[in-house]
């Protein structure tokens, strides 16, 4: 039986399902813990589920969700694609749904209330204008051409396109920039540094390294101090996140320059969430609060990162 | 050496329905086969001899397509033939038992005489049909088990004897029987001799190999003999004496046979004397019931009883490879349980398994590692055998049992059947131990060996080792031991000193007559 | 030349030599080595470093693979082992002390080995088929980590932590020295002392063994905690080489790749006779193979088609019955095998 | 034949009298779905609405590829190999489904194409398997990362499907007595698993795949067709991967080279637990059903409860295997 009896949630507690994709790194557990912290102190009763990095752990949550005749579910989506069935078994069942962190590309909008999180082309964009701005300095080496490495996430991972996607758009803005080499590091700093290392041994005169996250700048940093060399000097490091080790290495220098990806979505989607069960509208996109660093930044924001 | 009985001159042959020329198959360091010639006529029982390692199983392997031939040409009924696989041979009419039991231990009775030609209707198997038909086989041989039960639970001889009820339901112009005997009771020897008989009379070709000469001669009409993988001639059974055939195959002049003494009492077990196994009440559900047994030092006990009596649950309880439910074991005086073999080695209790290939060689190992595994295990792997003790004992017990090939690094899965029996022999002569559990030692040895065997079991009591003796083979039982043990429906009906008095056509009378007495006594079904 | 095609080490050496001068070839400098701030530095030495891990892992692999076992936890242990020393290191009053690491190592090599003995326990005592026992391990020693981690990175500051994994002795680095000195031991206990043949006899016939007196479980359990330690320093290595604990993705598929390095070494997972110096071989293969793709600038889109060809390549190359067909065409008539 | 009844009816052996006793190798089995039932009870009792035959159901709904994937993984693993690849040949099903539907292919080929694909790389496995003597375990992860790296070379992005038939295949659903409902999917998984069992229990071939996992070499002796078996299972086990990836496919309506990664080992997780031997020759497909709702009834547990964190989802779920292997295995003791 599916036509569902709704409880009386009007007065009382909101119970949210949300159906996180893992916790596949401490930008996601920051992630988690912002939205567990956030709907104790705004009074929701979470029901918290991992998918493990599977899409079909998460169908099968949000289907449990339904089951369970939650009043509302959120969930960041492992993928953009595949959603369609679920979500219209969700609005068969009345249940609205906010997306966290990533979209769906479905066609169909009414499926979703709205979409809360960044946008990774945005930072990639962001990544790549930075560069272009730095017109000559960017060359470190003086030879004339800024020959960039850059270290991707996960191949096929949404962040890892987009990012790419995005810098690379940015960066036609100066001819004299060129990526000389890309691989995937797997968004770890274990995978950053032995990419760089090789990378040290195959590339001459590197210039820059665009990492897609903060974890394999870290990684690169340490193979670039193996090698001798200066991270932020001798190589100058553009990376994605702003976690608070990233931070720390933009404040003593050994990276330039990070693209905000905020995980503390938390507060935002509670408001959201409030007002959806409420029956009030709310914006088809609403977009976090994200910023970037440079070095002096990174001093100043440093003493009050959570995390 | 003597004059040989003359090789069969060709023209008497009529066509035969198998003609082997000139084969030649070569393993890493051994030259297996050198050029053998050999015929198959139909409506005959050809028996192919030689002593363990001259050839035998790779001759009827280079014939049914499990090896590749090197050199030579095989023809069946007249038609060259090259199998790529047994499969192709049993395609062509060839029907094989092999030396090893070769079954599925995880499937039916049903199901591993009948795999690939189950009844079936639709694609569907008919199991019931199948049943059936298993069963009518099984009863030909004198076998009542379920044919749905699992092989992996009967002991080694019934298996054997599915193997056997295999290979004779596919209609096959040539059957081949690589030791169908090494493991039967008389009983089950002569049902099997019956069928083969049959068989011959409608035309089949078997072609047979055994170790035990009195079958080979009960049985056969030629044989041909193979000396260290060459031919050595083809003769007519009534053509040549036993002792001629000996020495064909052994190639030189045989000292007697016969040569053992009836053993005898030895050592009558002296009042207050405290023996060396004292055993009561020994039972295990569904396997023995209650047991009592007295071991002295020095002493043979023979065990005698037919297929499934209990021997080898009485051994393995002995042992420690099944734990008993109830009774007591002492050895000298001290009491003892045994819950893994562990405990038993170490109260210096030996025991060789009946079953070689599962339970005795590791495969993948050397003849010296598997000759020291025991003595190895006993000192914890902390403290190796040095290697100079090692190379010494090695090559004592290769030469004393005559291992061949006498190269201690040689695979253990490369050795003939007979000379992997032996290397588990000395795995446990090596152990000194005080009490030497045997089931079935003699298994699948050859004639030479055998009485080698006999003569070591002999020696090692007189030394003061005690040996229990497990055999098929009544008169070695009764040859060697000191005292019968006559076991029967899992459980010992006599217990008798070997005097002259004791014979073989008296035990089975015994068997008989407990037959008779559970009968009336015990109708526990 | 035949003797040596013979030798069961010649192919997996040969495909680890293809690949060093595919390298070569690509970039000239791959064999080059210098002297930098008195260390080694190069591409050879950065393979022996960074595929001391695997080496170790799969140390322990092979003799947990001799007895018919396997080992899906060794990840998670790694995972744990490192997040036991950075949480530790990092909790501490004094981050940076040498002794701080020194407990912190010994804290998390005692982990490991809690670890090998649950392992153990499960699949000697109980009975469970190794893959499904060690499978619980493997799911929950990585929630176990981050747990200890609180999901989030723990990265430490501690100079004699980092010897560990990035610090090198005698310009040699140090992660190597320890898998070599691992590897030595264990191939003085396996082949010196009698436990090599009592392992390979309880992986081949496990009955027959028992039979012969051999104490099967023991020997099993003892396998599971030597795997276990293994782990455990593998995981200490690749926490100290970036200094810090990743509970997600610390050694996250490095079962796959031990096992892998020990079956290209020629040892079967159907138990038996095992090569420890084969699995060396086979671990310094997989290290080469994942820096070459780097190296000859493979777009990362194709680094598993690359993967796949070559572990295709190596184990045609490695099948006789494969190098026979590829030698003559005629049917290839090997010896059949025997075996079960 | 007289003579047998009739020793076998007046029969001193007790082997007679544990005929009536179900046969040691169904034990497994029926540990499983005792242990399994037992589970469910305990969830009814812990969770409001877990005894909602919905959850049931569901749990063949979201798990009717595992079950397609461990039909196939039975096979494999009754013969004594393994399969490595199947989560990856899913990847690999979906992404061709996606990029030809894409492409404008009509449904019926799709499908085709990626059957066809499925079953080529699981023969190409087999045949090296068989006859280059090639470990199990080494050739199914080589075909692993080359399905995987296939999947890469279509595309690295996630491809949506929004071919007619696909959706309103996917988004079906079959009306059951009292309301209930599951998809189209399941039917076929069903459909799948019976095929599966007949073929195991009934035919030849499967009998055979006993055989061969039994003792390869006493098969081959006994002039089986060890060859036509080996490369069959495989092919079998790449058949049902690839329909494994269509069912995933129509689950989520995509084609993703991310997809199905570590499926592999719940597919192998569940033939093992349902009581299949992974060295060979013992197990039933119905074993693995058990196993896959098994698998599925852990998640389920957890979801229901919704508190647990990341980390303790993960412990949990090792802590609820392990209780459950490890009374199972105690059940099934004496079978040593
Ligand atoms: N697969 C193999 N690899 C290497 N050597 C082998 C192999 N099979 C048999 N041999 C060797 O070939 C020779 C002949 O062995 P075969 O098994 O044919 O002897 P047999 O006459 O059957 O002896 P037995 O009576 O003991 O069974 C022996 O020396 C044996 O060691
Ligand atoms: N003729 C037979 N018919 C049916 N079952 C038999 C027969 N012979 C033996 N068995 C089986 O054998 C089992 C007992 O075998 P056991 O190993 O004790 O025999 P044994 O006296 O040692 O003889 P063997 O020396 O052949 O092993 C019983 O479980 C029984 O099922
Ligand atoms: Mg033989
Ligand atoms: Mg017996």
């Known amino acids: 039986g599916d036509d569902k009896a709704k409880p009386s949630a009007a007065n009382d507690s909101i119970t949210m399902g949300f159906a996180q994709v893992g916790a596949e790194s401490g930008w996601r557990t920051a992630n988690t813990k912002s939205v567990q912290e956030s709907a104790k102190t705004a009074g929701i009763e979470l029901k918290f589920s991992d998918a493990q990095q599977k899409q079909e752990n998460q169908i099968k949550s949000i289907r449990s969700f339904i089951q369970q005749k939650v009043d509302i579910i959120s969930f960041s989506p492992v993928v953009e694609t595949g959603w369609d069935t679920v979500l219209m078994e969700a609005k068969r069942a009345n249940i609205p749904v906010i997306l966290t962190d990533r979209a769906v590309d479905s066609k169909d909008t009414s499926l979703y209330k709205t979409f809360l999180g960044s946008d990774f082309v945005v930072e990639g964009k962001k990544a790549g204008e930075w560069l272009v701005k730095q017109g000559d300095a960017a060359d470190v080496n003086k030879d004339g051409a800024v020959k960039v490495v850059e270290l991707q996430g996960t191949t096929g991972a949404a962040p890892a396109i987009d990012r790419k996607e995005g810098f690379e758009a940015a960066m036609k803005a100066n001819p004299k920039i060129a990526i000389a080499a890309s691989q995937t590091g797997d968004f770890t700093r274990d995978g950053g540094k032995k990419v760089m290392e090789s990378f040290l041994k195959s590339q001459k005169n590197i210039d820059v390294v665009f990492a897609h996250n903060d974890d394999m700048g870290l990684g690169a940093i340490e193979a670039i101090e193996a090698a001798g060399l200066k991270p932020g000097k001798d190589i100058q490091i553009i990376t994605i996140d702003a976690v608070k080790d990233g931070m720390t290495a933009l404040a003593d220098g050994k990276i330039n320059y990070i693209v905000e990806c905020n995980p503390l979505l938390g507060p935002q989607l509670m408001d959201l969430a409030k007002k959806v069960v409420a029956g009030e509208a709310v914006p088809e996109r609403v977009l976090t609060e994200e910023t970037v660093f440079d070095q002096t930044a990174a001093k100043a924001a440093l003493a009050a990162r959570q995390y | ?472 083979e009544l008169e070695e039982v009764l040859r060697l031991s000191d005292r019968v043990l006559v076991m029967r429906d899992r459980t010992k009906i006599a217990d008798r000193v070997n005097d002259e008095s004791v014979t073989v056509a008296e035990i089975l009378a015994t068997i008989a007559a407990g037959a008779a007495a559970t009968e009336e006594g015990n109708p526990d079904a | 030349m035949r003797e040596l095609v013979r030798r069961p080490l010649f192919w997996p050496t040969l495909a680890l030599l293809l690949l060093i001068t595919l390298n070569t070839v690509v970039t000239p400098s791959f064999l080059s080595v210098r002297i930098q701030d008195g260390h080694l530095y190069g591409s050879l030495i950065d393979i022996l470093r960074n595929g001391a891990p695997v080496l170790l892992v799969a140390l322990g692999m092979t003799l947990v693979i001799a007895t018919r076992g396997i080992d899906l936890s060794v990840g998670a242990v790694a995972a744990i082992s490192g997040a036991v020393a950075c949480v530790y290191i990092a909790g501490s009053d004094r981050p940076a002390a040498a002794s701080t690491a020194l407990v912190a190592i010994a804290i998390a090599v005692v982990c490991g080995l809690l670890l090998g003995l649950w392992n153990g326990f499960l699949v000697s005592v109980i009975g469970i088929q190794p893959i499904i026992a060690t499978l619980v391990l493997m799911t929950a020693g990585r929630g176990l980590a981050m747990l200890i981690t609180d999901g989030q990175i723990t990265t430490v500051v501690n100079p004699a932590f980092k010897v560990l994994g990035a610090g090198f002795v005698a310009t040699l680095p140090v992660a190597i020295l320890i898998a070599l000195a691992v590897f030595a031991v264990t191939a003085v206990l396996a082949r010196r002392t009698a436990l090599g043949m009592l392992i390979e006899s309880v992986g081949i016939n496990p009955e027959a063994s028992r039979l012969a007196g051999i104490h099967a479980r023991t020997i099993t359990w003892t396998v599971y905690v030597f795997g276990a330690f293994c782990a455990g320093v593998a995981g200490l290595m690749i926490a100290s080489n970036t200094s810090a604990a990743d509970a997600n993705n610390a050694g996250l598929w490095i079962e796959l790749d031990a096992i892998l390095a020990v079956v290209i070494g020629g040892t079967s997972l159907a138990g038996g006779k095992f090569s420890l110096l084969g699995t060396l071989i086979g671990a310094m293969f997989i290290q080469t193979l994942a820096t070459t793709i780097p190296t000859i600038g493979i777009p990362a889109e194709a680094n598993y088609l690359f993967k796949a060809i070559v572990v295709i390549a190596v184990c045609l190359l490695q099948s006789p019955k494969a190098r026979a067909a590829l030698r003559s065409r005629r049917p290839v008539r090997t010896v059949k095998a025997d075996a079960a | 034949m007289s003579s047998s009844s009739s020793a076998v009816a007046s029969t001193t052996w007790p082997d007679r009298l544990r005929g009536y006793s179900p046969p040691r190798r169904y034990l497994p089995v029926i540990a499983t779905a005792a242990l399994l039932i037992g589970m469910f009870g305990a969830g009814s009792l812990r969770y409001q609405g877990f005894a909602d035959p919905q959850v049931v159901l569901n749990l063949f709904v979201d798990n009717a590829f595992l079950l397609v994937l461990g039909v196939g993984m039975t096979f494999v693993i009754l013969t004594g190999g393994i399969d490595l690849s199947v989560g990856s040949v899913v990847a690999l099903s979906t992404m061709i489904a996606a990029s030809t539907l894409e492409a404008g292919w009509p449904a019926v080929a799709a499908v085709i194409a990626v059957l066809v694909s499925g079953t080529v790389l699981g023969t190409l496995m087999g045949l090296v398997i068989h006859y280059f003597d090639v470990q199990p375990f080494i050739a199914s992860l080589a075909v692993m990362f080359l399905a995987r790296g296939l999947c890469y070379l279509i595309s690295v992005e996630s491809i949506p499907i929004r071919d007619a038939s696909f959706t309103s295949f996917a988004q079906g659903s079959v009306p059951l007595p009292g309301g209930y409902r599951v998809t189209p999917s399941v039917l076929v998984a069903v459909v799948v698993f019976a095929v599966g069992a007949w073929i195991l229990h009934m035919t030849r071939f499967g009998r055979t795949v006993y055989a061969v996992g039994g003792s390869e070499s006493s098969a081959h002796l006994m002039g089986l067709r060890v060859a036509l078996i080996k490369v069959g299972v495989y092919t079998i086990s790449g058949l049902c991967s690839a329909l494994a990836g269509l069912l995933f496919a129509l689950y989520t309506l995509s084609g993703y080279s991310l997809h199905a990664v570590g499926m592999e080992l719940d597919a192998i997780a569940a033939v093992v637990i349902g009581g299949t031997l992974l060295t060979g020759g013992r197990g039933m497909v119905v074993g693995t059903m058990f196993g896959v709702l098994l698998l599925g009834t852990i998640q389920t547990f957890i979801s229901f409860d919704g508190t647990l964190s990341s980390w303790w989802t993960k412990i949990s779920i090792g802590a609820l295997l392990l209780i459950f292997v490890v009374i199972q295995r105690l059940l099934t003791r004496r079978q040593a």
């Open chain 2, 1 to 472: 050496m003597t004059q040989l009985a003359t090789p069969l001159p060709a023209p008497e042959l009529g066509t035969p329905v198998v003609e082997m020329r000139g084969i030649r198959i070569a393993f890493p360091g051994v030259k297996a086969l050198q050029g053998v010639d050999f015929r198959l006529l139909p409506g005959e029982v050809h028996a192919l001899m030689g002593e363990n390692g001259a050839g035998k199983s790779t001759l009827i392997k280079a014939l049914t397509g499990v090896y590749a031939i090197d050199d030579g040409t095989v023809s069946v009924a007249g038609r060259e033939q090259q199998f790529a696989s047994p499969a192709d041979s049993q395609a062509a009419g060839i029907s094989t038992v092999y030396q090893e039991v070769n079954l599925c231990p995880n499937l039916t009775v049903a199901e591993n005489m009948l795999l690939g030609r189950e009844p079936h209707r639709f694609g569907r198997i008919d199991v019931k049909a199948m049943n059936a038909r298993a069963g009518s086989i099984l009863d030909r041989l004198g076998l009542s088990i379920d044919p749905g039960s699992g092989l992996g639970e009967h002991p080694i001889a019934i298996q054997q004897l599915v193997a056997i009820g295999r290979a004779l339901d596919i209609e096959a112009r040539v059957l081949i029987l690589d030791e169908p005997t090494s493991s039967l009771d008389a009983d089950e020897v002569t049902r099997l001799f019956t069928v083969i008989g049959t068989l011959r009379d409608q035309g089949v070709a078997i072609l047979f190999v055994s170790h035990f000469l009195d079958q080979v001669f009960e049985i056969s009409d030629r044989m041909t003999v193979l000396r260290n993988g060459k031919l050595v001639g083809e003769y007519r059974t009534d053509g040549i004496t036993q002792l001629e055939l000996v020495e064909a195959m052994i190639g030189r002049e045989l000292e007697k046979l016969d040569r053992l003494e009836h053993h005898g009492t030895a050592a009558a077990p002296a009042e207050g004397r405290v023996p060396l196994l004292q055993v009561l009440g020994l039972s295990r559900k569904g396997s023995l019931q209650a047991v009592d047994l007295e071991i002295y030092d020095g002493e043979v006990i023979g065990i005698a009883g037919l297929l499934g009596s209990g021997r080898t649950e009485l051994a393995r309880l002995l042992f420690g490879a099944d734990t008993a439910d109830a009774g007591t074991i002492d050895v000298r005086g001290t009491r003892h349980r045994f819950r893994t073999p562990r405990n038993a080695i170490g109260a210096k209790i030996a025991f060789s398994s009946e079953d070689r290939r599962a339970e005795g060689v590791i495969e993948d190992l050397t003849i010296a590692d598997n000759m020291l595994l025991t003595l190895q295990a006993a000192r914890g792997w902390l403290r190796p055998v040095p290697p100079r003790t090692r190379e010494r004992l090695v090559a004592e017990y290769i030469e004393a049992l005559d291992i061949r090939p006498p190269e201690p690094g040689a695979l253990m899965r490369n050795l003939s059947g007979g000379n992997q029996q032996k290397v588990l022999l000395a795995r446990w002569l090596i152990t000194q131990p005080a009490l030497l559990i045997l089931d079935e030692p003699t298994r699948g040895i050859d004639i030479g060996a055998k009485t080698q065997i006999q003569q070591l079991v002999a020696k090692l009591a007189a030394d003061g080792m005690s040996v229990v003796f497990i055999s098929t």
